[in-house]
């Protein structure tokens, strides 16, 4: 029997009933559909880089989504047209994409995970998400039990969100289709972290390669590049930067980082809230610790269990409640446990 803790990134939760490894899509499709006829509760997971799992496990079928393969088109004006299966590594096909000289996914360097959770979450990094170059994703729709593609528009991409997310485990992801721009020059940088690491002014635009290596260093110092040899073996960030009125920013202090939004909103940086609740680097609870590079990682330093990282990240939140009134919502995706 398979533990959770050997398909995770952070390395716990408990035994799955039973695992099925599917490495092409009509094996995906079949697997799902067998699952659904039998009533069998069904978990499907690529990278296992967004996911806690409980310690006492899933009683029903993981598929651990392993497909492979893409189709694509170059053109010298329009850019590139790239069809990718939901089970390739995320990071493996942004380093393919600059070395067919296509720009605009550098920003989103290192994010661990596969090409199928991308649009889930909307992945994002830097100030830029994965919806911004997403043409269409192709899925099998388990209440129709159909194919259905989605154009981009009514993937109802949002932030760190998608219809795909909001709609539970409705809709496989069997492939994404990217329109990326043909060019060696990334997209202006927008964050000033990101432009002192390059040595440039914001708004400035450097090569690819270089900025996807500024980008990859950063993780790097951030603890944000996993690593399977290397405990403190983290899921990313575990929150999301809240989103809030300009009347809750308002009582922040002055000092508090902020970005208003299109929608007359404002986003706050997670990592600062922490910070300034008194939430530090480094502390834990049993094997589960603040990680000591980046405050929004909690890690499990060895021997960790669900539960630990779960009291832990309770703890965090509600330091975060009690000095602001702001309510932290987790990136983490959970599966028998709840924060």
Not at 51 to 74: K, M, P
Not at 162 to 174: H, P
Not at 219 to 225: D, E, N, S, V
Request: some cysteine; proline content about 3%.
């Amino acid at each position: 029997m398979t533990n959770l803790s050997e398909l995770t990134t952070l390395h716990v939760g408990g035994p799955a009933a039973e695992v099925i490894r599917v490495r092409s899509e009509e094996e995906l499709i079949a697997a799902v559909v067998t699952c659904d006829a039998a009533g069998t509760p069904l978990l499907i997971i690529g990278g296992g880089s967004n996911l806690l799992v409980s310690d006492a496990g899933f009683a029903g079928t993981v598929i651990v989504v392993e497909t492979q393969g893409n189709s694509y088109e170059i053109d010298a004006c329009s850019g590139g047209m790239l069809q990718v299966a939901a089970g390739t590594d995320w990071d493996e096909f942004v380093a393919f994409t600059l070395e067919k000289k296509l720009a605009n996914l550098e920003s989103l360097s290192g994010i661990p995970g596969t090409v199928g959770a991308a649009p889930i979450q909307n992945i994002g990094a830097y100030g830029h998400e994965v919806s911004e170059v997403i043409a269409r994703v192709r899925t099998y729709d388990r209440h129709e039990r159909a194919i259905k593609t989605f154009t981009a528009v009514q993937c109802e991409f949002t932030y760190r969100d998608s219809i795909f997310k909001r709609s539970g485990d409705r809709y496989v992801i069997l492939d994404v289709t990217f329109q990326l721009r043909r060019g060696e020059f990334s997209l202006a940088v927008k964050y000033k972290e990101l432009a002192d690491v390059l040595g440039v002014d914001l708004n400035a635009r450097v090569s690819t390669l270089e900025l996807r290596a500024a980008v990859l260093e950063l993780r790097a110092k951030k603890g944000m590049l996993y690593d399977n040899a290397v405990q403190n073996w983290s899921a990313g960030s575990f929150f999301v930067n809240p989103i809030i009125s300009t009347q809750q920013a308002a009582t922040l202090p002055e000092s508090a980082p902020r970005w208003a939004q299109e929608d007359g909103t404002v986003k706050v940086p997670a990592a600062w809230l922490m910070e300034n609740s008194g939430v530090v680097k480094g502390e834990g609870i049993n094997g589960a610790v603040i990680s000591e590079r980046h405050v929004l990682a909690i890690a499990n330093a060895g021997g960790a269990t669900s539960e630990d990282i779960l009291a832990l990240a309770r703890s965090a939140r509600r330091r975060v409640q009690e000095r602001f009134g702001i309510t932290l919502t987790p990136e983490v995706r959970f599966v028998g446990v709840e924060l």
